[in-house]
């Protein structure tokens, strides 16, 4: 079992006057989307990326399921721009990590389209797990450059990849075993812009609370300068999995390709011998090549801020056979474990959870029983008919039962009638099923030689036919709600 707590903060900054960023903190799914686009585009996409990811993710719970709902959102944002004039270029970047069950135990995956990123702070050191799609940090992952040259490198801010420019985009995809003590920081480049590494991991170790730790470090990146919109989610795990060891420090796991991918990702370092900075989970420099340089200039993040982003196809995306893969971030040794805390407020929460849950299956079951008991039909029992309360052939396993029985044989029932009462005549209440039992008799009893139960009303019956019987019985007479017919002449009154 896995037991999270987490935290958000955003702010628009000082020089932006709209917020284009947005944080998903949910009770197992986070996300930040920093949108960009001409007017109400940026604040557009991020939320329509947000909330695809949410849908998608609801429908599937699971890694698999995290990567299909990064590229849900990149289709709902996509197609937005492509329905909506005023939106059209919009695009995000989102990173995005869930607790999800597999079965090995649990783990936290973690999506990456785009500039925002993961970090993971483990045992006083601060590791960033995504790898930026920005033009530095493709060159920066072919080797061409260095991590400190990227940092000043003019084309740092172009990406290279972002959600909702294309049909599709490839989607870096990990797992990692969510260890007690382990702090997540998913964070926009309004963040990490502002606040160095070392000030950023700093202030993870010290602040426990991680609602605070987020509102800080945004305090701190808007303090810093705030030249752009600024979101912090941080996600401590409270109680983690332990798990199990394996040979060597630094090693990788590589264990399957997300859907709809090739399948490339290669080497990555879990951290801790390189410090800050990008350090895990590098995409196969030979599929995932660098855009030409005009793409790049269109896709220059600023030009796509400031102003209405100028055409389609803007901040390119990396080929189809850029594809996702899974890298699972093995155990170390000497684990440092922070203090375990049992907030009040996840317990709270699982609480709600629990009781909401409870609500839900009790108003369910109450809606079927009341959906059951105000159903009657018609049919044959025994070849005589019957009155049943519930629904032809049963609901969701409650049977039908016969609540009224009558002395009409099917022999007795014109046989046009027959063959409706055999599969059940649906009624909407029980009067409205006594009507229709009342115009069946009523049928039978006007045929010649009426059975024992039809009332005798000799002014009625055809001139010279002598009645069989003179009592009224079987049924008992008549009763309210069932009406004895005339007699004659009146055909089935069932409506
Ligand atoms: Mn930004």
Known sequence: MTVLRSGSASDVGRVRTVNEDFALESLTLFAVADGMGGHVGGEIAARTAVDALRAGFGRKASVEGLAGAVHDANRAVFERGQAEPALRGMGTTMIAAALVATEEGDRLALANVGDSRAYRFHGGALTQLTTDHSVAEELVARGELTVEEAAVHPHR???TRVLGVGPDVAVDVWQVVPEDGDRFLLCSDGLTNEVPAEEITMLLSERRDPQEAAETLVHMAVEA?????????VVDVVVGEHPPPVSGEGGVAVIGAAPGGAGTVGAADPGGSTGPGPATAVADP????VAPASEMLEAARGALRGAPAAGTGAAVVGRSGAAPGLVETPARRGDHH??????RRVTFRVLLFLVVLGGLAYAGYAVVHWYVDSSYFVALDHEKIVIYQGRRGGFVGIQPKIVKRYDIATAQIPSIDVPPLRSGVEEPSLAAARQYVSGLRDAV???EGPPAYCPTTS???PPGLTPTSTTVRGLGGPRPGVGVGAGTGVQSAAA
């Open 157 to 159: 801010h172009i990406l």
């Open 225 to 233: 300068g705030g030249n752009d919109n600024v979101t912090a989610v």
């Open 286 to 289: 030979t599929s995932a090549p």
């Open 338 to 343: 922070l203090g375990i805390h049992v907030p």
């Open 445 to 447: 009893c006007a045929q």
């Open 459 to 461: 002014t009625t019956l």
